[in-house]
């Protein structure tokens, strides 16, 4: 892929418009959101009442989520900028223009970044390159770092490497379509969807199959795995709770459209909260599959929702940010972005963060 240049003037230019005109900003760091949006700005809002912290423009759109990591954030936009951002200040520590073409998310673990797009890279937190691996295709999902090791799709397959060296370890036998679902890996087992409308359960040690569950479309959601049910969603309108020994059907509940966004689970109520194409989040009971509570935004919803102690953050397509109560479904607080969000909130609790179990990268 060519190299994306860019003059002195326009980085400086760049690198000093950090923050809009808002009120003042706080001096010890609180708890808070972040979310990127498409028209190439990524947004900070207090967690509990929604006041806009800080606003940053980004070179290029950023695909996938936020990472938080050591009380900074770090961000890869579509045109191969990576950012490390002051959370408190909001304010650029760094940026790299990577070269990176058509980058889709990273994913952060000890002290190193890792960026999936046409390969899968790994940077330090001072933006420096340590090492690739090549999948002989194109990355196709999020990556998760688990156990010292990363899993993320390429093509049809689930690939295995180790964290610090980047050296395969496995690679899963092909589904029959692309895999956009990012894995979820609980223990020992790895669960991901594929297009070929099935989810799948591996073995964490090898790649080897434990089974799959044929769903009625493809299945671009990632699954989240609590109380020994896997809990994903589907583009037949489903959401699907299956057993995470044997792989069979729990329950399922139906929805108006497709479902991408990846669940929540809220251990306190027992909920799986989840958002789907007919404009809805959903609010259902993790043991029955009845429905708590829906809550209507104006637009599809394909972003994950984030929970954070009784409240749960989300996007729409109608380029707002809502929080709302996990317990009644009641908004709390929503703002507008002035653009739509194509990554899930990132919520810094001020101890280690909390982030979505990603989408997968697939159009929508």
């Not at 599809?300 to 409240?311: A, C, M």
Request: hydrophobic share 35%; with cysteine.
């Amino acid at each position: 892929m060519s190299a994306v240049y860019i003059s002195l003037s326009v980085l400086i230019a760049s690198c000093g418009k950090t923050k809009s005109a808002d009120p003042p900003l706080p001096t010890t760091r609180e708890e808070a959101v972040f979310i990127t949006t498409d028209n190439n700005t990524l947004l900070s809002y207090d967690a509990i009442n929604g006041t806009k912290f800080w606003e940053i423009p980004t070179s290029g759109a950023a695909i996938g989520s936020p990472a938080l990591y050591n009380k900074k954030l770090y961000v890869i936009t579509s045109t191969g900028f990576l950012y490390s951002i002051d959370v408190i200040k909001g304010e650029i520590n760094w940026m790299k223009n990577t070269t990176l073409g058509n980058s889709l998310s990273l994913a952060v673990s000890g002290k190193n970044i890792y960026i999936a797009s046409d390969k899968l890279y790994c940077y330090d937190t001072a933006g420096n390159s340590l090492w690739n691996y090549d999948p002989q295709t194109a990355c196709t999902s999020s990556p998760q770092v688990i156990n010292s090791k990363v899993f993320f799709g390429a093509g049809s397959a689930v690939h295995c490497i180790n964290s610090t060296t980047g050296v395969g370890i496995w690679q899963s036998p092909a589904a029959g379509n692309a895999v956009n679902s990012s894995p979820s890996v609980t223990n020992g087992v790895v669960y991901f969807g594929s297009n070929d409308n099935k989810v799948y359960a591996v073995n964490e040690s090898d790649g080897s199959p434990k089974w799959s569950f044929t769903t009625g479309d493809s299945v671009t959601s990632s699954p989240a795995v609590y109380g020994g049910m896997c809990l994903v969603g589907s583009n037949d309108f489903e959401i699907y709770c299956l057993d995470t020994t044997t792989g069979l059907l729990r329950w399922k509940y139906h929805t108006l459209e497709r479902v991408k966004s990846s669940p929540a689970i809220q251990e306190a109520t027992n909920s799986v909260i989840i958002g789907s194409y007919d404009y809805n989040l959903y609010c259902v009971d993790h043991v029955s599959g009845t429905l708590r509570w829906k809550y209507p935004a104006a637009s599809l919803i394909k972003s994950s929702p984030v929970v954070y102690g009784n409240y749960v953050y989300f996007t729409s397509f109608d380029r707002y940010i809502y929080c709302v109560d996990v317990r009644d479904g009641r908004i709390i607080w929503k703002q507008f972005m002035n653009g739509n969000s194509l990554s899930s909130p990132v919520v810094d609790d001020t101890k280690t963060g909390i982030h979505s179990t990603i989408s997968g990268m697939s159009p929508y």
